[in-house]
Protein backbone atom coordinates (compact mmCIF):
# COMPACT_ATOMS: atom_id res chain seq x y z
CA UNK A 1 0.00 0.00 0.00
CA UNK A 2 1.06 3.24 -0.66
CA UNK A 3 0.86 6.09 1.20
CA UNK A 4 0.43 9.58 -0.63
CA UNK A 5 0.69 12.46 2.73
CA UNK A 6 -0.90 15.59 2.48
CA UNK A 7 1.60 18.13 0.46
CA UNK A 8 3.02 20.32 2.99
CA UNK A 9 4.67 17.03 4.84
CA UNK A 10 8.23 16.86 3.69
CA UNK A 11 8.71 13.29 1.35
CA UNK A 12 11.89 11.27 1.96
CA UNK A 13 14.71 13.23 0.15
CA UNK A 14 18.38 13.55 0.55
CA UNK A 15 18.07 17.36 0.54
CA UNK A 16 19.31 18.92 3.96
CA UNK A 17 17.06 19.14 6.89
CA UNK A 18 17.05 21.83 9.74
CA UNK A 19 18.66 25.09 9.53
CA UNK A 20 20.63 25.66 6.60
CA UNK A 21 21.51 28.91 4.64
CA UNK A 22 22.61 29.81 1.26
CA UNK A 23 26.00 30.53 0.33
CA UNK A 24 27.16 30.32 -3.29
CA UNK A 25 24.48 29.17 -4.47
CA UNK A 26 24.75 26.08 -2.20
CA UNK A 27 22.26 24.96 0.72
CA UNK A 28 25.50 25.04 3.90
CA UNK A 29 23.81 23.46 7.15
CA UNK A 30 23.91 25.73 10.10
CA UNK A 31 25.90 23.80 12.67
CA UNK A 32 25.53 26.80 15.10
CA UNK A 33 23.83 29.83 15.94
CA UNK A 34 25.23 33.20 16.67
CA UNK A 35 25.11 34.41 19.99
CA UNK A 36 21.44 36.04 20.94
CA UNK A 37 22.39 38.45 23.30
CA UNK A 38 25.56 40.13 25.51
CA UNK A 39 24.67 37.35 28.11
CA UNK A 40 25.98 34.85 26.12
CA UNK A 41 29.33 33.61 27.20
CA UNK A 42 30.87 33.85 23.88
CA UNK A 43 30.31 37.73 24.06
CA UNK A 44 32.84 38.16 26.14
CA UNK A 45 35.01 35.38 25.28
CA UNK A 46 35.29 36.99 21.47
CA UNK A 47 38.74 37.86 21.41
CA UNK A 48 39.29 38.25 17.36
CA UNK A 49 36.96 41.40 16.54
CA UNK A 50 36.60 40.38 12.77
CA UNK A 51 33.58 41.12 10.92
CA UNK A 52 30.14 39.14 11.81
CA UNK A 53 32.06 38.15 15.11
CA UNK A 54 30.09 37.16 18.22
CA UNK A 55 30.62 40.03 20.04
CA UNK A 56 29.15 42.07 16.95
CA UNK A 57 26.71 39.42 16.31
CA UNK A 58 25.73 39.32 20.20
CA UNK A 59 25.30 43.07 20.03
CA UNK A 60 23.34 43.36 16.63
CA UNK A 61 20.95 40.95 17.93
CA UNK A 62 20.23 42.52 20.83
CA UNK A 63 19.59 45.70 19.47
CA UNK A 64 17.09 44.26 17.16
CA UNK A 65 15.44 42.28 19.75
CA UNK A 66 15.21 45.86 21.96
CA UNK A 67 13.73 47.72 18.93
CA UNK A 68 11.20 45.25 18.44
CA UNK A 69 10.36 45.04 21.65
CA UNK A 70 10.05 48.72 21.90
CA UNK A 71 7.94 48.89 18.60
CA UNK A 72 5.50 46.19 20.28
CA UNK A 73 5.21 47.98 23.62
CA UNK A 74 4.55 50.97 21.74
CA UNK A 75 1.62 49.50 19.58
CA UNK A 76 -0.01 48.18 22.30
CA UNK A 77 0.06 51.90 23.97
CA UNK A 78 -1.32 52.81 20.75
CA UNK A 79 -4.25 50.33 20.78
CA UNK A 80 -5.47 51.05 24.38
CA UNK A 81 -5.21 54.70 23.61
CA UNK A 82 -6.80 54.48 20.00
CA UNK A 83 -9.73 52.17 20.94
CA UNK A 84 -12.44 52.43 18.61
CA UNK A 85 -10.76 54.88 16.55
CA UNK A 86 -10.98 54.63 12.69
CA UNK A 87 -7.42 55.95 12.47
CA UNK A 88 -7.01 54.45 8.55
CA UNK A 89 -10.33 54.24 6.56
CA UNK A 90 -10.39 52.27 3.32
CA UNK A 91 -13.29 52.06 1.37
CA UNK A 92 -13.51 49.44 -1.46
CA UNK A 93 -9.74 48.78 -0.53
CA UNK A 94 -8.95 52.78 -1.78
CA UNK A 95 -7.32 54.58 1.16
CA UNK A 96 -9.44 57.85 2.04
CA UNK A 97 -7.27 60.28 4.28
CA UNK A 98 -10.77 62.49 3.84
CA UNK A 99 -12.18 59.98 6.63
CA UNK A 100 -9.19 59.29 8.91
CA UNK A 101 -10.24 59.72 12.29
CA UNK A 102 -8.45 63.58 12.67
CA UNK A 103 -7.23 63.23 16.77
CA UNK A 104 -3.47 63.69 17.93
CA UNK A 105 -2.97 60.04 18.50
CA UNK A 106 -4.64 58.63 15.46
CA UNK A 107 -2.21 61.37 13.19
CA UNK A 108 0.77 60.49 15.33
CA UNK A 109 0.29 56.50 14.86
CA UNK A 110 -0.26 57.31 11.19
CA UNK A 111 2.64 59.51 10.58
CA UNK A 112 5.18 56.49 12.43
CA UNK A 113 2.97 53.94 10.44
CA UNK A 114 2.29 52.05 13.42
CA UNK A 115 -1.78 51.62 13.23
CA UNK A 116 -2.96 49.31 15.51
CA UNK A 117 -4.72 45.94 13.53
CA UNK A 118 -8.42 47.04 15.18
CA UNK A 119 -8.00 50.69 13.77
CA UNK A 120 -7.85 50.04 10.42
CA UNK A 121 -11.97 50.15 8.92
CA UNK A 122 -12.64 48.19 5.79
CA UNK A 123 -15.61 49.84 4.21
CA UNK A 124 -17.49 49.17 1.06
CA UNK A 125 -19.49 51.94 -0.99
CA UNK A 126 -22.90 51.59 -1.56
CA UNK A 127 -22.87 52.55 -5.10
ZN1 LIG B 1 34.39 40.31 18.60
ZN1 LIG C 1 -8.32 59.12 16.74
Aim: aromatic share 6%.
Amino acid sequence: MTINPPPHIARPSTDLVGPMVWFRGQPVAVTSSPPRDTTDPRYNACTEHRLACDCREAELSEGLAEHRIDRFALREQLEVALIDHPTVVLVDGIDRADLHCRCQGCEFARSISLVPFKNTRYLRSLL
